[in-house]
């Protein structure tokens, strides 16, 4: 996924590349570049220059040679990363919510998962009917700080393709984002989602509280038993990383909202079993079946709730409308 399409670039170790119209493609799905692209390219370019960006062939480099991706890479072995965090996602608003994206208000809480190529994952949750406040992609549970795109892909950062979610809990439940993170992949299968293999693939989810940690691992034994196959999620707590800067650092702008964006490749790599998550009173951690509660309902999940495959890159990119199921 590091080459772009509706690029052109000389191929010399360590050369600076200059990307036209930056639309990024998985590296499973790199195809030659002829003629008409390249022109359709310059054509572009000049409508996005927003999108222009140096690319450096150091990520291709880290991708070829990185060793291993099936396996996690050792904190000492990670990048060195940087200081500077990544730029203009400060002040800039979600694409179809509108609101800020990294503005957190007074009594909303946030929610950080990873289950796959970052794009899918990220529009299923915007989609929900209400409480969403924003959604963000970035790269979570990982070694360095703020890897660029190139860095996590190459698997030496220890970062998962992630989303983080600022949600109003009086009116969307913590159960509801469990349940659409569960249902809308394939949490069994380690190091990788479909066709996107590596570490930076994982599945995880990662708590900020005791009660998401409550919920994340009674929910896992319980979608767990329904599957019947191990759960390969990794589960752990977000202050588990503050020695390495900390569990979250947002991804580039371009793959902000990406799949609402003009000429988004529809792409997702996620693999739903089209298996439900047990109803929430057959798993509830006790103390906690009425205040965290989900607030849709199974007639919601039938009309709306990921289908075997990956579906929701041909939803629409507006929210579900309440009492359209």
Same mark, same amino acid.
């Given at each position: 996924?590091?080459?772009?399409?509706?690029?052109?670039?000389?191929?010399?170790?360590?050369?600076?590349?200059?990307?036209?119209?930056?639309?990024?493609?998985?590296?499973?799905?790199?195809?030659?570049?002829?003629?008409?692209?390249?022109?359709?390219?310059?054509?572009?370019?000049?409508?996005?220059?927003?999108?222009?960006?140096?690319?450096?062939?150091?990520?291709?480099?880290?991708?070829?040679?990185?060793?291993?991706?099936?396996?996690?890479?050792? =904190?000492?072995?990670?990048?060195?990363?940087?200081?500077?965090?990544?730029?203009?996602?400060?002040?800039?608003?979600?694409?179809?919510?509108?609101?800020?994206?990294?503005?957190?208000?007074?009594?909303?809480?946030?929610?950080?998962?990873?289950?796959?190529?970052?794009?899918?994952?990220?529009?299923?949750?915007?989609?929900?009917?209400?409480?969403?406040?924003?959604?963000?992609?970035?790269?979570?549970?990982?070694?360095?700080?703020?890897?660029?795109?190139? #860095?996590?892909?190459?698997?030496?950062?220890?970062?998962?393709?992630?989303?983080?979610?600022?949600?109003?809990?009086?009116?969307?439940?913590?159960?509801?984002?469990?349940?659409?993170?569960?249902?809308?992949?394939?949490?069994?299968?380690?190091?990788?989602?479909?066709?996107?293999?590596?570490?930076?693939?994982?599945?995880?989810?990662?708590?900020?509280?005791?009660?998401?940690?409550?919920?994340? #691992?009674?929910?896992?034994?319980?979608?767990?038993? #329904?599957?019947?196959?191990?759960?390969?999620?990794?589960?752990?707590?977000?202050?588990?990383?503050?020695?390495?800067?900390?569990?979250?650092?947002?991804?580039?702008? +371009?793959?902000?909202? +990406?799949?609402?964006? =003009?000429?988004?490749? =529809?792409?997702?790599?996620?693999?739903?079993?089209?298996?439900?998550?047990?109803?929430?009173?057959?798993?509830?951690?006790?103390?906690?079946?009425?205040?965290?509660? =989900?607030?849709?309902?199974?007639?919601?999940?039938?009309?709306?709730?990921?289908?075997?495959?990956?579906?929701?890159?041909?939803?629409?990119?507006?929210?579900?409308?309440?009492?359209?199921?």
């Amino acid at each position: 996924m590091l080459i772009s399409r509706l690029s052109f670039f000389t191929i010399s170790a360590f050369s600076t590349v200059t990307v036209a119209a930056f639309t990024p493609v998985r590296s499973s799905s790199i195809v030659p570049l002829n003629v008409q692209t390249l022109d359709r390219a310059s054509s572009m370019g000049r409508r996005v220059q927003a999108m222009v960006r140096p690319l450096k062939m150091i990520g291709s480099i880290f991708e070829m040679l990185g060793g291993d991706k099936n396996q996690l890479i050792a =904190p000492d072995k990670a990048l060195p990363g940087r200081e500077r965090p990544t730029p203009n996602i400060s002040g800039t608003r979600h694409y179809i919510l509108r609101n800020e994206l990294t503005e957190v208000p007074d009594g909303y809480k946030v929610a950080v998962f990873a289950n796959g190529c970052f794009w899918g994952s990220e529009k299923g949750i915007w989609r929900l009917p209400a409480g969403i406040h924003s959604t963000t992609v970035g790269y979570c549970a990982g070694f360095t700080p703020n890897p660029t795109y190139e #860095e996590a892909c190459s698997g030496q950062t220890g970062h998962t393709e992630g989303v983080r979610v600022v949600y109003d809990p009086s009116k969307v439940s913590f159960v509801d984002i469990l349940r659409w993170f569960w249902e809308a992949h394939d949490p069994t299968c380690g190091m990788g989602q479909g066709n996107d293999r590596g570490s930076q693939y994982r599945s995880g989810f990662y708590y900020f509280d005791d009660v998401q940690k409550q919920l994340i #691992e009674a929910s896992k034994e319980a979608y767990e038993k #329904e599957l019947g196959k191990p759960i390969t999620t990794e589960i752990a707590s977000a202050s588990d990383y503050d020695q390495y800067g900390g569990l979250w650092y947002y991804g580039e702008s +371009y793959h902000q909202q +990406y799949l609402a964006k =003009p000429s988004a490749r =529809p792409y997702c790599s996620a693999q739903p079993w089209g298996v439900s998550l047990p109803s929430f009173d057959k798993w509830a951690p006790k103390g906690l079946e009425v205040e965290h509660a =989900p607030t849709l309902d199974e007639a919601f999940w039938k009309a709306h709730g990921p289908k075997k495959g990956c579906s929701v890159v041909r939803e629409s990119n507006e929210p579900i409308l309440p009492g359209s199921w």
